[in-house]
């Protein structure tokens, strides 16, 4: 999880866009090129494409849109330029060429090496071919003002069905999902005070509860447990069917936990699908841009972006609170790249090993959506995977819908490299600060927590065996501290605390020291304790 601070990915809003021929910005391109060519001899690609550039970041500006240079897309081929939206979906696509090339020949390259023409403009300073939706749409003459104003209109102008209706169902599922949220909490809140009623439900929410005191927080309150189940309720079909993954509340440790629970509520009168009914076309939309999302041409990363963003807006409509307290904004997709990139290098530059390595074991303690994990998947050689998978990543997740999406992604993203599906054994549902305590009972014992499940608690156990040599990942800060009970948000961790309190605390000189007690200082001094005094990476 990244800063709770940023306030995420906005509700994109499409503002029009004017574009004259004798606009300022339209004049000072030409005015460019005159001084780039004319006055500094310029003539190569590489010089001359700046005056387009600019031209094509002040209209996205305009849109809100941002241009970004040079991205490897995951097909492999890398445009010159991306516009990408505020909710992170690309909206268009720019290559330059030389003057001296022959740009439809060029064109013809391009698109045989797998370059996107969902809306996608080619030019060489003097003509430019723009290509939507997978067609031709038609050549200009940008020696012209004229023509250079239509094909910045039409480029810019360009909508997909997909992104507009994602944009429009998702505003209203976020309106929406307050009154879901409040109706479903008083049927569940209804269903638990009628003694003389669904005596079933009582007491298996009673004993879900009691399951939640011991893993999450032995103060969690009762609300706390109760927004679980809806967001249970009102997520579990939107990740299931993104992953085309039926069976998911029945092979996931937790949510065939929940799945009890609302087994019992659902029994008596409660009927899910009618109740739900009213949620298709937000449901539906936002699965038709999933697969839009993942359309092939920057498919995994895009898919990562999406489900993160999707995730964002459910927590801003269903509780900005939550939202808040848990710091529930991701890590970029580049930033997650980069992370990874430097644990490779520094594997190998001052350990001598390879991510591949057995035995080199990698855990993410605040994983989110499952993002880090799914990029050191990417970077194991297939031959490798099955042994990685299988003993050496693990990952935690104390919320409960990212902890669903992790494992759907984690487990997805290995299917789709090795064509096999295996469940991912090295998530687990727990309070990662939390492991770091030891439970003594009376008679002087360490007893070992039931975490949800007893299949979570093996994994559990299995973790806290495990000599870990690299923790990545980027747990949430300035949010007093991840704990489901809103009302408890600095819990104390006795184990961390005291650990702080004799090294950072005692050896600083500063007179205000409760910042030290911060989460995401919290997380640095259990991950280099986790370590063991191993060699290791953190």
């Given at each position: 999880?990244?800063?709770p601070r940023?306030?995420?990915?906005?509700?994109?809003?499409?503002?029009?866009?004017?574009i004259?021929?004798?606009?300022?910005?339209?004049?000072?391109?030409?005015?460019?090129?005159?001084?780039?060519?004319?006055?500094?001899?310029?003539?190569h690609e590489?010089?001359?494409?700046r005056?387009?550039?600019?031209?094509?970041?002040?209209?996205?500006?305009?849109?809100?849109?941002?241009?970004?240079?040079?991205?490897?897309?995951?097909?492999g081929?890398?445009p010159?330029?991306?516009?990408?939206?505020?909710?992170?979906?690309?909206?268009?696509?720019?290559?330059?060429?030389?003057?001296?090339?022959?740009?439809?020949?060029?064109?013809?390259?391009?698109?045989r090496?797998?370059?996107?023409?969902?809306?996608?403009?080619?030019?060489?300073t003097?003509?430019?071919?723009?290509?939507?939706n997978?067609?031709?749409?038609?050549?200009?003459?940008?020696?012209?003002?004229?023509?250079?104003?239509?094909?910045?209109?039409?480029?810019?102008?360009?909508?997909?069905?997909?992104?507009?209706?994602?944009?429009?169902?998702?505003?209203a599922f976020?309106?929406?999902?307050?009154?879901?949220a409040?109706?479903?909490?008083?049927?569940?809140?209804?269903?638990?005070?009628?003694?003389?009623?669904?005596?079933?439900?009582?007491?298996?929410?009673?004993?879900?509860?009691?399951?939640?005191?011991?893993?999450i927080?032995?103060?969690?309150?009762?609300?706390?447990v109760?927004?679980?189940?809806?967001?249970?309720?009102?997520?579990?079909?939107?990740?299931?069917?993104?992953?085309?993954?039926?069976?998911?509340?029945?092979?996931?440790?937790?949510?065939?936990?929940?799945?009890r629970?609302?087994?019992t509520?659902?029994?008596?009168?409660?009927n899910?699908?009618?109740?739900?009914?009213?949620?298709?076309?937000?449901?539906l939309?936002?699965?038709?841009?999933?697969?839009?999302?993942?359309?092939?041409?920057?498919?995994?990363?895009?898919?990562?972006?999406?489900?993160?963003?999707?995730?964002?807006?459910?927590?801003?409509?269903?509780?900005?609170?939550?939202?808040?307290?848990?710091?529930i904004?991701?890590?970029?997709?580049?930033?997650?790249?980069?992370?990874?990139?430097?644990?490779?290098?520094?594997?190998?530059?001052?350990?001598?090993?390879?991510?591949a390595?057995?035995?080199?074991?990698?855990?993410?303690?605040?994983?989110?959506?499952?993002?880090?994990?799914?990029?050191l998947?990417?970077?194991?050689?297939?031959?490798?995977?099955?042994?990685?998978?299988?003993?050496?990543?693990?990952?935690?997740?104390?919320?409960?819908?990212?902890?669903?999406?992790?494992?759907?992604?984690i487990?997805?993203?290995?299917?789709?490299?090795?064509?096999?599906y295996?469940?991912?054994?090295?998530?687990?549902?727990?309070?990662?600060?939390?492991?770091?305590?030891?439970?003594?009972?009376?008679?002087?014992?360490?007893?070992?927590?039931?975490?949800?499940?007893?299949k979570?608690?093996?994994?559990?156990?299995?973790?806290?065996?495990?000599?870990?040599?690299?923790?990545?990942?980027?747990?949430?800060?300035?949010?007093?501290?991840?704990?489901?009970?809103?009302n408890?948000?600095?819990?104390?961790?006795?184990?961390?605390?005291?650990?702080?309190?004799?090294?950072?605390?005692?050896?600083?000189?500063?007179?205000?020291?409760?910042?030290?007690?911060?989460?995401?200082?919290?997380?640095?001094?259990?991950?280099?304790?986790?370590?063991?005094?191993?060699?290791?990476?953190?």
């Amino acid at each position: 999880m990244a800063n709770p601070r940023h306030n995420g990915a906005q509700l994109a809003t499409q503002p029009q866009l004017t574009i004259g021929e004798k606009d300022k910005a339209i004049a000072t391109y030409y005015a460019t090129l005159d001084e780039l060519a004319g006055g500094q001899g310029v003539q190569h690609e590489g010089g001359l494409r700046r005056a387009f550039e600019t031209l094509l970041a002040h209209y996205a500006a305009q849109m809100k849109w941002t241009l970004i240079g040079e991205v490897t897309l995951d097909s492999g081929v890398r445009p010159d330029g991306v516009l990408r939206d505020a909710s992170l979906f690309y909206r268009g696509y720019w290559e330059a060429k030389d003057t001296h090339d022959k740009l439809d020949e060029e064109i013809e390259k391009k698109i045989r090496a797998g370059y996107p023409l969902a809306n996608t403009i080619f030019e060489d300073t003097q003509r430019a071919v723009l290509y939507q939706n997978g067609k031709r749409i038609g050549a200009f003459d940008l020696r012209l003002p004229r023509e250079l104003a239509d094909l910045l209109r039409t480029f810019f102008g360009h909508r997909e069905a997909e992104i507009e209706n994602f944009e429009t169902a998702m505003a209203a599922f976020q309106e929406r999902i307050p009154d879901l949220a409040r109706e479903l909490k008083k049927l569940i809140a209804d269903e638990r005070s009628d003694t003389s009623t669904n005596a079933a439900f009582r007491d298996a929410f009673a004993s879900f509860y009691a399951l939640c005191q011991t893993a999450i927080d032995p103060r969690i309150s009762i609300e706390a447990v109760e927004e679980m189940l809806v967001q249970h309720l009102l997520t579990e079909r939107l990740f299931r069917t993104i992953f085309n993954n039926p069976d998911f509340t029945r092979r996931n440790a937790v949510a065939a936990e929940i799945e009890r629970v609302i087994d019992t509520l659902t029994a008596r009168s409660f009927n899910r699908d009618g109740f739900l009914q009213g949620l298709d076309r937000y449901y539906l939309a936002v699965e038709g841009a999933a697969v839009y999302a993942a359309r092939g041409e920057d498919g995994w990363t895009e898919k990562q972006r999406f489900l993160n963003l999707v995730y964002e807006r459910f927590f801003q409509g269903f509780s900005v609170r939550q939202a808040d307290t848990h710091g529930i904004v991701y890590t970029p997709q580049e930033i997650v790249n980069f992370m990874c990139a430097s644990v490779e290098e520094v594997l190998t530059a001052e350990f001598g090993r390879a991510l591949a390595d057995p035995g080199v074991q990698i855990l993410d303690p605040a994983t989110g959506t499952g993002n880090f994990i799914v990029n050191l998947l990417r970077r194991i050689p297939a031959r490798s995977l099955p042994q990685k998978y299988a003993h050496d990543l693990f990952c935690n997740e104390i919320m409960l819908l990212p902890y669903y999406i992790a494992s759907l992604n984690i487990e997805h993203a290995y299917y789709s490299l090795t064509g096999q599906y295996q469940p991912f054994e090295g998530i687990c549902f727990a309070d990662t600060l939390e492991l770091a305590e030891r439970v003594v009972n009376r008679e002087g014992v360490v007893e070992h927590s039931l975490w949800i499940s007893e299949k979570n608690s093996e994994r559990v156990e299995r973790e806290k065996q495990a000599p870990i040599m690299v923790v990545i990942g980027n747990p949430p800060y300035n949010v007093g501290q991840v704990s489901e009970n809103d009302n408890n948000k600095n819990r104390r961790y006795p184990t961390i605390d005291g650990r702080i309190r004799d090294t950072y605390a005692k050896d600083s000189k500063a007179t205000l020291k409760n910042k030290l007690y911060d989460a995401y200082v919290k997380f640095f001094r259990w991950a280099t304790d986790r370590l063991q005094g191993r060699d290791g990476i953190v």
